[in-house]
């Protein structure tokens, strides 16, 4: 009788403890979602103060090189004209120092330097592209235009580039792991209409989440996870260059250790946010 009396209460504790731990668990799970949704908002607003600044987005700083390291959190190559191609992306994260906030800001709460990737027209610190403030609404939409194109001249009325104009082919492609679009650089006059907020991201931000498979750490190493990696993470991972055919995944929490995994965070505003966030949007229409 003694000893079922001494195993019931040892199993009450047991399940006391369990149920301690998941539930330290479940709020350290939510503490990080918080953490990182909260970095990823810190980014985009010093990424929108560079670009009232600059009239540009940064490139990437390189995510191999070691925190303290030479280099270490600049935009490279700088200055960031033609030089800053798809392929320097390659080991892209988040150039800290380049806009004026800490190592720590840009690290995820696993330790993960955040990824960071850019059309490398919207970088290009001779033309500066990041500004619609000479685009009128009241201009014509004629069709296709390309990435060069700019809406920077003096103009009035219907002489001015149409928003439309500006944004044709700019920016980069983001799904929602189902096939849906979530971003992409589509004119609205084509002949199949686009998705629903179609227009293209002037940047992709990517925490690669508690596995922090294909993020950089501030050693510069690559992380290999610690749990399998699914096929919507596969094409987010750093240490790969971009191309104009890439397409990022935003999609929904998968925690299962099946090739539907997906534990990434992503921020991926459009060109026309961005702006208007940095105050360099078209003019209103009149």
Known sequence: MALMVFVCVVMIAAIGIFAKWTLQQTERQLSNQTAVNATLKKIDIALANFVAQNKRLP???DG???SGLPNAGIESPYPAAAL????TQAKGVVPWVTLGISEAEATDPWNGRITYRVQAALANS?????NMSWCDPAGTTTGASGLALACTAACSGTACMHPLNFLYSKGLQVQDGLG???NRPAPPWAAVPPPPNSSGAAYVLISHGPTGAGAYNKSGNIQPGSAVVGTNEMVNRNNQALTGATIFIDAKPDNTLTASHFDDYLSHPTISTVLTNASLGPRSPH
Do not use: Q, R
């Open 84 to 87: 800053c191609t798809p392929a």
């Open 64 to 66: 191999s090189i070691a």
């Open 180 to 182: 849906g679009w979530l």
């Open 59 to 61: 490139c990437p700083a």
């Open 126 to 130: 001779v033309t500066k592209l990041m």
